[in-house]
């Protein structure tokens, strides 16, 4: 059974970081390529980046309205993919999904993440 | 960007009767393979989103075939034959043709 699972979301000032980690099991991941798309409190989805596999030298794509402040990585080991997120501002707050649809599709649960002072 | 224009915004429906979205990108979504990556994603109250339909028409494993997609270059149509109680939840138009991929507003579908 395919499972991703996002942990690391909370409650964070505007200007600080935030670590997200999405595990997953089920499949075969060094193979995968892993998206992370938000949605907004108004509902609205955002896809905000991609990281493709070791195959494809570990490509990365990034929305604009995240690019130099986040970054997407992964660690074929531990079948995991990750969102740093610097710089933070309200406009990030959102529900953070990580999602996977090369053979099917599948999403995690998501983890919420709020930038408020 | 693309921009993706869903409508109807708000869809109510009577439990056996048929509905139909529109989903409009301001580019053609024809990509260089010649494919079309549109797909169709439904989210239930309290869910994850969860795709139904990709390349236009092709049904996800075990989407029932009560729905159906079609369409081409800019203009695609999610249409559901006979809408049961379990179709209820926000629907949403994607497209994964070109950087930065992009999702219509969603249409809300309710019962009447």
């Given at each position: 059974e395919v499972q991703l699972v996002e942990t690391g979301g909370g409650l964070v000032q505007p200007g600080k970081s935030l670590k997200l980690t999405?595990?997953?099991?089920?499949?075969?991941?060094s193979n995968a390529w892993m998206h992370w798309v938000r949605q907004s409190p108004e509902?609205?989805?955002?896809?905000?980046?991609?990281?493709?596999?070791?195959?494809?030298?570990?490509?990365t794509y990034y929305a604009e309205s995240v690019k130099?402040?986040?970054?997407?990585?992964?660690?074929?080991?531990?079948?995991?993919?990750?969102?740093?997120?610097?710089?933070l501002k309200e406009e990030d707050t959102a529900i953070y999904y990580c999602t996977w649809n090369q053979h099917g599709d599948?999403?995690?649960?998501?983890?919420?993440?709020?930038?408020?002072? | 960007d693309v921009v993706m224009t869903q409508t109807p915004v708000s869809l109510s429906v009577a439990i056996g009767q048929p509905a139909s979205i529109s989903c409009k990108s301001s580019q053609s979504l024809?990509?260089?393979?010649?494919?079309?990556?549109?797909?169709?994603?439904?989210?239930?109250?309290?869910?994850?989103?969860?795709?139904?339909?990709?390349?236009?028409?092709?049904l996800d494993s075990g989407?029932?075939?009560?729905?159906?997609?079609?369409?081409?270059?800019?203009?695609?149509?999610?249409?559901?034959s006979r809408v049961e109680a379990d179709d209820l939840g926000v629907y949403y138009c994607l497209?994964?043709?070109?950087?930065?991929?992009?999702?219509?507003?969603?249409?809300?579908?309710?019962?009447?």
């Open positions: 999405c595990a997953t099991s089920g499949f075969t991941f509902k609205q989805l955002e896809w905000v980046a991609q990281i493709k596999a070791k195959s494809n030298n570990y490509a130099g402040r986040f970054t997407i990585s992964r660690d074929d080991s531990k079948s995991s993919v990750y969102l740093q997120m610097n710089s599948y999403w995690g649960q998501g983890v919420m993440v709020t930038v408020s002072s | 024809v990509g260089t393979s010649g494919k079309t990556y549109l797909n169709w994603l439904l989210q239930r109250p309290g869910q994850s989103p969860k795709r139904l339909i990709y390349l236009v028409s092709k989407i029932p075939d009560r729905f159906s997609g079609s369409g081409s270059e800019t203009d695609f149509t999610l249409k559901i497209q994964g043709t070109h950087f930065p991929y992009t999702f219509g507003a969603g249409t809300k579908l309710e019962l009447k």
